[in-house]
């Protein structure tokens, strides 16, 4: 039984993962070989020319130079926002805490299709059409990740806060020195799927960016799209290579997707 | 008592500094928007500015437009036949992975991996695999016998080409949350079973599935509310295509405010989406409720 169970686990995995290898042949397969008669599911040869050739023809090092400054500046400054105000709606008492904590949670189930037109024309007053800012600064509105951040700290004993007040510490002393220390796993999920998020995102930038040079990895691979057609080894290349930051980042802390995950699942 | 006072004060003040940040942009960029965006199904707009009132005009066009019904049957459609498959076949991942075996924790996450690639290049290798012409299935289909099948000039094939993608995002998911929900379950129970001498069969019909049966309608409803929002793979992938048949609510709302300007109409197809997801949300409330209470 244990053996037939494994069999199917193995036989499960490696369809899910067939996708992804067929991926990397494509990827190094000239387009005549995917195209000619007989059916081959390795690699009869190795063509570097789909890599070389989209990199020299398109903006794609720009479209990845985009990518991380967007992803990177929406990590930083979204977790920055999220642990704040976690710790302000577990830890202090202020007039209309629960009332903002209500409607802030509310919008997890707004879908983000809803506000695209006023989220445009906000974009569009604020002068911010085009740019990388365009497409951060709306997104900083995460309520998933505050809410995370809320339920993670209110598990922070109240003794451990109220122990450093009476050593006469500033509230943001505490949370510096006191609060953040214990929220290491916290931050660790509220990086990597912030990460994720961003660096996956199509629909807002291809609103929000208009001029190539501007696009995101994401965009970029829908113009290549267009631009190659049938043509899917350059195609399949430039999709891995988008894919490898987001790769690395799931095997280096694949445990806490998979609890970050179940964690949103379980209320 | 001053002393309460002015500490009750200052942390007040500081709580509010605290939230101060994340309150501001979901003010700006949520509150905001969510109250604008029936203002502006309100009007009629072309391009920037040029905003005219109509009242509830966008809605009765709405009512009436064909390809308005077409992309709510197709997304009902989708919806209809990719939760469940998701549901069981993420089921059926948990239920094997649940046990020891050689090399769990890595066949965990390759059952995972698709769920943290992108919809763009999960479209797009979709789209390679489902090419009508070239595409793997076809070409393992013809040399099995069974024929090319019209994965992009046919709408049914279409649709299902976009289910068979979405199966293979979204697997990884509910098996996730299912195995942690089969954690939940006390070992006393599976041993009552065993000791009465219950089939593999009856216990997960009589015993498992109905345990985890909040779990699967949370699945279920976080599913629907996800599939009425598919847009990445279905815009990348078939474009909508052929004709209409694989547009869906949101690629007709994008297509509606940004490629034909038509941004009041756009807004108020998002007014009829935010309701359909409100309802959703409202009856898994209630249902919640209820079982809290028996």
Same mark, same amino acid.
């Given at each position: 039984m244990t053996r037939y169970r494994l069999a199917f686990a193995i036989t499960g995995a490696v369809a899910m993962l067939?996708?992804?290898?067929?991926?990397?042949?494509?990827?190094?397969?000239?387009?005549?070989?995917?195209?000619?008669?007989?059916?081959?599911?390795?690699?009869?040869?190795?063509?570097?020319?789909?890599?070389?050739?989209?990199?020299?023809?398109?903006?794609?090092?720009?479209?990845? $130079?985009?990518? *991380?400054? !967007?992803?990177?500046? /929406?990590? $930083?400054?979204? *977790?920055? !926002?999220?642990?704040? /105000?976690?710790?302000a709606f577990a830890k202090l008492r202020f007039p209309g805490r629960n009332v903002l904590f209500i409607l802030i949670i509310s919008t997890l189930m707004v879908p983000v299709q809803v506000v695209m037109v006023p989220q445009f024309h906000l974009v569009v007053d604020f002068g911010l059409i085009g740019s990388d800012w365009g497409v951060i600064v709306p997104r900083l509105a995460e309520a998933f990740g505050l809410f995370m951040a809320r339920q993670f700290m209110m598990a922070i004993p109240d003794e451990l806060i109220e122990a450093a007040q009476c050593d006469g510490s500033s509230q943001w002393r505490i949370f510096r020195t006191v609060v953040l220390p214990l929220c290491r796993p916290l931050i660790a999920v509220l990086v990597i799927f912030t990460f994720m998020w961003r660096w996956n995102e199509f629909a807002w930038p291809l609103i929000v960016l208009k001029d190539p040079e501007s696009y995101t990895l994401q965009v970029g691979l829908l113009f290549l799209k267009n631009q190659y057609g049938q043509d899917y080894g350059s195609l399949m290349a430039m999709s891995l290579l988008s894919m490898i930051p987001m790769i690395i980042v799931f095997a280096l802390f694949q445990r806490h997707f998979v609890e970050g995950m179940a964690r949103s699942g379980i209320k | 008592m001053a002393t309460v006072r002015?500490?009750?004060?200052?942390?007040?003040?500081?709580?509010?500094?605290?939230?101060?940040?994340?309150?501001?942009?979901?003010?700006?960029?949520?509150?905001?928007?969510?109250?604008?965006?029936?203002?502006?199904?309100?009007?009629?707009?072309?391009?920037?500015?040029?905003?005219?009132?109509?009242?509830?005009?966008?809605?009765?066009?709405?009512?009436?437009?064909?390809?308005?019904?077409?992309a709510l049957w197709n997304t009902a459609l989708y919806t209809a036949i990719s939760v469940p498959l998701c549901l069981v076949a993420g089921l059926a991942a948990a239920l094997l992975?649940?046990?020891?075996?050689?090399?769990?924790?890595?066949?965990?996450?390759?059952?995972?991996?698709?769920?943290?690639?992108?919809?763009?290049?999960?479209?797009?290798?979709?789209?390679?695999?489902?090419?009508?012409?070239?595409?793997?299935?076809?070409r393992i289909l013809d040399v099995v016998g069974l024929g090319p099948i019209p994965w992009q000039s046919e709408g049914v094939p279409a649709l299902l080409s976009l289910v068979a993608i979405s199966l293979w995002i979204g697997l990884g998911f509910n098996m996730v949350v299912y195995l942690a929900a089969l954690q939940g379950i006390p070992r006393e129970v599976f041993e009552a079973a065993r000791c009465d001498g219950a089939s593999r069969w009856a216990t997960l019909r009589r015993i498992t599935v109905p345990q985890l049966g909040p779990t699967t309608f949370f699945l279920i409803v976080i599913g629907i509310i996800n599939s009425f929002q598919v847009f990445d793979i279905v815009y990348v992938m078939t474009g909508g295509g052929p004709g209409n048949s694989t547009t869906m609510l949101v690629t007709y709302a994008y297509s509606a405010g940004f490629e034909q300007r038509q941004q009041g109409y756009a807004s108020a197809i998002g007014v009829v989406l935010y309701l359909i997801v409100l309802v959703m949300t409202i009856v898994q409330w209630r249902v919640n409720?209820?079982?809290?209470?028996a």
């Open positions: 067939f996708p992804v290898y067929w991926m990397v042949v494509t990827a190094i397969s000239s387009s005549a070989d995917m195209r000619g008669p007989g059916l081959h599911l390795w690699p009869t040869s190795v063509r570097w020319e789909n890599l070389t050739d989209p990199l020299s023809k398109f903006p794609y090092g720009m479209w990845a $130079v985009n990518s *991380v400054f !967007i992803a990177v500046v /929406a990590v $930083v400054l979204t *977790v920055v !926002i999220n642990l704040m /105000a976690g710790y | 002015t500490r009750r004060a200052r942390e007040a003040l500081t709580g509010l500094a605290f939230a101060a940040p994340a309150v501001a942009v979901f003010a700006v960029f949520m509150f905001w928007p969510l109250i604008q965006v029936f203002w502006i199904s309100l009007q009629q707009t072309r391009g920037f500015g040029l905003a005219k009132w109509v009242g509830l005009q966008n809605y009765e066009e709405i009512l009436s437009d064909k390809i308005f019904w077409t992975l649940n046990k020891r075996m050689p090399a769990r924790g890595l066949i965990r996450a390759i059952y995972y991996l698709p769920a943290v690639i992108s919809g763009v290049s999960s479209a797009l290798i979709g789209a390679w695999l489902f090419n009508e012409d070239i595409g793997l299935v076809n409720k209820r079982r809290d209470v």
